[in-house]
């Protein structure tokens, strides 16, 4: 049963009904990670690492314990060794062992803000007082940031037991380099002798953080009997739960985790910190533990996304039509293996319809904190230097920007580099609605430039649980297992609304904890409204079937004989019989009588989400003497599949697209000459503020995915993949001059016109 | 670790007696905005905080062009915008004091606290300077005045001494065809700490040629630093004088890399700033009596 | 049968660059153990590690996929999430 | 030292509790007075999660000391709406779609209620100045922008 069909018969997806907890947010009772209460909770802190890189000589906690009013203090010794244990989880590939030691130091400190022991105490300023008091002896160690540095011969190594994966034979060697990765198709060098023109360049962008509002916080119980219960903000409470059990030795079932509202992620709270060590000082204590972190901590200890090197080539014939593409791309990981060059790698390109493509990856550690997902992980660093090499590729040509892309556009049939060949994709559709926009054809000012790029994502499924179940009022609970990050409980409903063919208002949301409702998979990937919506539409669509028996049941005759129309069952036709309909609500009372009460929950592992595909204008105009950039206009063009609460969706592209810009133009870490960093904190850790921007116009592309049932695509990360090339585009129509490092900050703008000899009024 | 100590005396004198008494290290707190973070951050460990807003008469704005204003020391930029007199006397001040972080730090930030907490970046403090602002310390030696750029001697520290604390700000009786005016670089429009700042404060005759002006650059050295205003004194800032406006500006910069700006983007913007306010303070001051 | 198609680095170190070629399985798991046999490892490889693409289509896990003849499969690495 | 006891009025009501030194008002709003709709995204005054309007005018309540708050009348985002009746603001954000995650949805309704107390009918760019001081890394501002334009509206009656 699908509902792609005919929009105009889709009562209330496509809508923009109120969210159902929307009320909570705005009147402040929403509780989030840093709101929540056990009873007897006490305050948990974490002592972190003053170096970049260091060996823990020793650490005494004797005078910390001394404190009175101090209950608990853990070191590593106080957490099981893990082993080394590869294994994919949602975000990415995750070793256990790494995980445990990135939550807590054992032998080494190997980034600024390492956890090395943490503290329970009845007060904060006893909390601090303890850290204080807590001696730890370390042998400073040689440090290394730079990616490059990282890799070349004789840079200090961060693990001696890390040799470079993906080379034969197996290197016998330790290596700063963790994986060696590479996708080909055709062949390039033909490619390229074919080419009449080449752009080859080579771009690097710096690590950028998330920088969600919320910082990280969590309130862990570690009862006698062995039960936890953590009450945690995070983008999967069973991604918690399996962390947890993992990183402690605790059986899954024996903790219960409740998920807090979430202050924002973005792939950034798709990992735990905290929430182990919470539950071991609770243990030790006897007492709730709650922790929360500063903002200094979040920026110094939590994952960023890579900072990048990455070179490009790219050929075409003088028509327009690409040859070859070629790229090497080195991705910071932090301070252990895991940044997302795979992603990286295979979505540079995905746009494009390609016979010779060839991409090499490093996955590269340095003394930084260890990488985190962020949206639409790896993709924006490759699309950057990309779709600004397209864009000098048109320039040399002398075409249109989007003219060239429509000549090479990935569509129906088109083989990836990663040998995948795309279904049903709307990149074309996505590039004839920029093309037709007032925007692309708008004058421009003085010292102001356009500029144009696009991105792809793959969008992801997965493992999700829905369950729908009527009241005996009539009335429904829409339950799912993914925490609601950006409004996700209005699409549920609305999913279920339309099914149950009942209004919006007679539905209500809720994401149960851990043990009340089947496994679900972190909300990323863009998957909540494609795998847990499909969930929940397939418990709807079982309900309705249900419904029907019991209709039938009522009227006796056959279930084959009812029909479910508008929210209630009525006959099939004249010769079912002359029955007056049978409202939802009406059956519902009667459910003890016809079989008990109505209800399912559906797990799913949802496969083959749909590709998304973007394209961004951005008007942009520059200060040449200061170098100050300003967005003052910004389209953001998607193919959606289909929406199903639009200003959720605009939401998605409106809020990516202005990361992107925050990324492109003032946000990096800046780390000083002892690898320590120098800018935790959001004075200046710059994030775009209210005044920096345009109203940003989200131009939603409808080519549904067959594969859903209402033909969703995920739609959160695409928005953050083309921004850093539209803007950096858009610079290069402004000053006629091409940016290559990230963020393109003013200071870098303006040393850049000043080397292209610009004049300089008035001097 | 020492507990901290927290205190709202009535008086001037009173303030002046705990502070003049305080043995361990103290802060006094008027806005509290730069306060709150150090102690936050556990840059500062003071023992006991005085917390002058209580006195009377320590918040307030009083005066006019004619006679000069007198400002509290714990006035809140947001009051300075608030105050129409002011506004149009010494756009420049409110404008530079009005930059001092959100509307959130405007309802709390004083003139004193963005003086006294001593940083090269302070947007307030060239801009008083310039329009020949003083304040009226209050101390165990009795009241005494002191011209603004007096005060700052260094980052973090100032020249008051034990027991001394702010009581107000004096700007003088605007004088006929005189205006200031007062901009900064920073990376965003609003949040940032100045890159560079610059206050300027001109003087024209009846002919439109500058007869007076005073320059201050913020955020180029460790201290706010005055540049050379010679070279465009006698001139009705054509493009000559601007180009050697720009120089002289850059010339008195001592800057340093940091997460910021770098120490020749800081430079050349001086120079860029110095220009642009002069101009904007010349057109205010052609336009006046 | 259906072919196999292999563009990443990972995989074609078990294969010794071998990129195509075709395996006689209808179902996932007979496609691990075809691929166990005849390059040792890499069953397990892409059972931990990979996703499969079938006709264009991306499974994460595909225990529950049917192989058709002459379908295209095409190994890649797992996807993960922001 | 001893705690050191505060007696101010909160929403209205009259509040009493003792505080800390150096503890911050963010801090008794959210752990003495269970006031939690204030949020702490920053404890620097740099993301505006925290704002407080105190005597009419709109502060970061991270950057008050508690102590200081006595004699003072607080509002909190627990003190916008009348009862069960949401104010204006608070009805357009729902309508408009302006939050996300909703983490700094509590501080952009202070910050509004304050902005509209004085400037009823402010223009985009007023807004975009005045609130950015409230940072939200969800919605880029345009939704929240759009719902400020539209409760100013509704509260003039236009």
């Known amino acids: 049963m699908t509902f792609i069909g005919n929009k105009s018969d889709l009562r209330v997806v496509g809508t923009r009904p109120v969210r159902p907890d929307g009320v909570d947010k705005v009147t402040g009772r929403a509780v989030y990670g840093a709101d929540a209460v056990l009873a007897g909770q006490i305050v948990g802190k974490v002592l972190r690492s003053p170096h970049a890189h260091a060996r823990i000589v020793s650490i005494d906690t004797s005078k910390a314990m001394a404190i009175k009013g101090v209950r608990a203090v853990i070191t590593a010794a106080d957490l099981p060794n893990i082993p080394s244990e590869e294994a994919f989880v949602g975000e990415g590939p995750m070793n256990f062992r790494d995980l445990s030691l990135n939550c807590m130091a054992r032998t080494k400190v190997l980034y600024e803000g390492h956890a090395v022991a943490a503290v329970a105490a009845m007060t904060d300023a006893l909390a601090d007082q303890a850290l204080a008091a807590i001696d730890v002896k370390y042998e400073v160690l040689p440090h290394v940031i730079d990616v490059e540095e990282a890799m070349a011969p004789g840079a200090p190594i961060l693990h001696d037991d890390l040799f470079t994966a993906g080379i034969t034979p197996k290197p016998t060697t330790a290596s700063n380099v963790a994986k060696k990765v590479r996708f080909t198709i055709g062949d390039v060098e033909a490619g390229f002798k074919a080419a009449d023109v080449i752009i080859e360049q080579r771009y690097t962008t710096a690590p950028v ?83 929360v972190m500063t903002r200094e901590e979040v920026f110094r200890a939590t994952g960023p996304t890579s900072g990048a090197v990455v070179e490009v080539k790219i050929g075409a014939t003088k028509d327009g039509k690409i040859t070859a593409a070629q790229a090497v791309m080195k991705y910071q990981a932090g301070a252990f293996p895991g940044s997302p060059i795979n992603p990286g790698l295979m979505c540079a390109f995905a746009m494009y319809d390609l016979a010779n493509v060839d991409v090499l990856g490093y996955d590269v550690v340095s003394n930084r904190p260890k990488v985190a997902a962020y949206r639409a992980p790896g993709a924006p660093i490759s699309s950057w230097a990309a779709e600004c090499a397209i864009d000098d590729l048109a320039l040399k040509l002398g075409m249109d920007p989007i003219d060239l892309r429509m000549k090479n556009a990935a569509k129906q049939g088109s083989k990836t580099v990663y040998g995948v060949t795309h279904g049903v994709i709307g990149y074309e559709e996505v590039l004839q609605a920029a093309k037709a926009h007032p925007h692309w054809s708008a004058p421009l000012g003085k010292n102001q430039g356009r500029g144009f790029a696009t991105g792809f994502w793959f969008n992801i499924g997965g493992e999700s649980t829905g369950a729908v179940f009527v009241n005996e009022d009539g009335t429904v609970n829409v339950v799912s297992g993914s925490p609601d990050i950006g409004g996700s409980r209005a699409s549920m409903v609305m999913m279920a609304a339309e099914v149950l063919g009942i209004s919006y208002n007679k539905c209500q949301a809720v994401i149960p904890d851990t043990s009340s409702v089947g496994f679900t998979h972190v909300t990323g990937g863009s998957r ?173 592309v409808e080519v549904p995915n067959t594969r859903h049932p209402f033909g969703v695509r995920g739609v959160g990360e695409v928005p953050i993949v083309p921004p850093m090339a539209a803007v950096g585009n858009a610079i290069r129509g402004a000053l006629d001059l091409r940016m290559f490092h990230l963020p393109m900050s003013p200071p870098r703008l303006r040393a850049a016109v000043d080397a292209a000899k610009m004049p300089k009024a008035a001097e | 670790m020492p507990s901290l100590n927290y205190v709202a005396p009535t008086t001037v004198s009173d303030a002046v007696k705990i502070l003049a008494a305080a043995s361990g290290p103290t802060r006094v707190m008027s806005g509290g905005t730069d306060l709150l973070v150090q102690l936050r951050s556990g840059r500062l460990k003071p023992e006991l905080i005085v917390d002058t807003k209580k006195i009377p008469g320590i918040i307030g704005i009083s005066g006019s062009a004619a006679e000069g204003f007198t400002i509290g020391a714990a006035t809140s930029g947001a009051l300075l915008s608030e105050h129409a007199g002011l506004v149009a006397a010494y756009p420049g001040v409110v404008e530079a004091t009005n930059l001092i972080g959100s509307t959130q730090i405007q309802g709390r930030a004083s003139l004193a606290g963005n003086l006294c907490n001593a940083s090269p970046a302070a947007d307030s403090v060239p801009a008083v300077i310039v329009v020949g602002g003083t304040v009226t310390i209050a101390g165990p030696a009795g009241p005494r005045t002191a011209p603004v750029e007096s005060i700052v001697t260094g980052p973090g520290r100032t020249s008051l001494a034990k027991g001394e604390f702010i009581v107000s700000f004096h700007l003088p009786a605007l004088k006929a065809k005189t205006a200031d005016a007062y901009l900064r670089f920073i990376p965003r429009t609003e949040m940032d700490i100045a890159v560079v700042g610059c206050g300027v404060s001109v003087t024209l005759d009846d002919s439109g040629v500058i007869t007076a002006a005073k320059i201050s650059l913020g955020a180029v050295a460790p201290t706010q630093v005055m540049v050379d205003a010679s070279c465009i004194i006698g001139t009705k800032l054509d493009d000559a004088a601007l180009a050697k406006l720009d120089a002289a500006a850059r010339a008195v910069c001592n800057p340093i890399d940091d997460k910021r700006g770098t120490i020749e983007f800081r430079t050349k913007v001086a120079g860029v700033l110095a220009r642009r306010t002069a101009a904007i303070a010349v057109a205010r001051a052609q336009a006046r009596a | 049968m259906p072919k196999v198609v292999i563009s990443g680095s990972s995989c074609r170190d078990f294969t010794h660059g071998e990129t195509e070629f075709e395996v006689a399985a209808t179902t996932f798991r007979r496609l691990i153990h075809e691929l166990e046999a005849r390059f040792p490892g890499l069953g397990v490889h892409v059972e931990e590690y990979m996703a499969i693409a079938i006709d264009g289509v991306i499974f994460q896990d595909a225990y529950a996929a049917q192989l058709k003849s002459g379908s295209e499969i095409v190994l890649i690495p797992k996807i993960g999430a922001g | 030292m001893s705690k050191i006891h505060v007696s101010t009025t909160v929403n209205g009501e009259a509040a009493e509790f003792l505080a800390e030194p150096q503890e911050s008002l963010l801090d008794a709003l959210r752990n003495t007075l269970n006031l939690t709709g204030s949020k702490e995204g920053c404890g620097s005054g740099d993301c505006g999660a925290c704002s407080v309007i105190i005597d009419g005018r709109l502060v970061c309540s991270c950057l008050v000391l508690a102590v200081e708050a006595g004699g003072m009348a607080i509002t909190t985002i627990e003190g916008i709406a009348e ?58 501002y345009d939704k929240i922008v759009r719902a400020v334009q539209d409760a100013a509206a509704e509260m003039r009656g236009s």
């Open chain 1, 209 to 291: 953080h998330q920088a969600y509002i919320e910082p990280h916080a969590c309130v862990a119980a570690w009862s006698a009997d062995g039960q936890c219960t953590v009450i945690a903000s995070s983008q999967g409470h069973f991604m918690i739960r399996s962390y947890c059990a993992k990183l402690l030795g605790i059986d899954v079932a024996a903790i219960r985790v409740v998920n807090a509202e979430i202050g924002g992620g973005f792939g950034g709270k798709t990992l735990v910190y905290l929430e182990p060590l919470a539950l071991a000082l609770s243990k030790k204590s006897g007492r709730p533990v709650k922790m």
């Open chain 1, 528 to 700: 909540v409204t494609y795998a847990t919506g499909m969930a929940v539409t397939q418990a709807a669509q079982a309900v309705v079937e249900d419904l029907k028996k019991r209709a039938a049941m009522i009227w006796d005759i056959s279930p084959e004989a009812v029909e479910w129309k508008d929210g209630q069952a009525v006959p099939a036709g004249a010769n079912a019989g002359g029955f007056d309909p049978l409202p939802l609500a009406a059956i519902a009372l009667k459910a003890a009588k016809t079989g008990g009460p109505i209800g399912s929950e559906i797990s799913v592992n949802a496969q083959g989400a749909g590709p998304g595909f973007g394209a961004h204008i951005c008007d942009i105009e520059i200060d040449p003497e200061t170098g100050h950039a300003t967005i003052v206009r910004y389209t953001a063009v998607q193919d959606v599949g289909r929406a199903i609460h639009p200003s959720y969706v605009e939401g998605q592209i409106q809020g990516g697209a202005v990361q992107g810009i925050g990324w492109a133009l003032n946000e990096e870490y800046v780390y000083n000459k002892k690898g320590l960093m120098d800018n935790a904190g959001f004075l200046d850790y710059r994030i775009p503020v209210a005044s920096d921007l345009p109203m940003i116009e989200a131009v939603l």
């Open chain 4, 83 to 140: 009862g069960e009746k949401l104010h204006p603001i608070q009805q357009k954000f729902l309508e408009n779609a302006a939050l996300q995650c909703g983490f700094c949805t509590p501080g952009f309704i202070v910050a509004t209620k304050a902005l509209l107390d004085v400037n009823p009918d402010p223009t985009e760019t007023e807004i975009r100045y005045w609130l950015a001081g409230n940072l939200c890394r969800c919605t880029g």
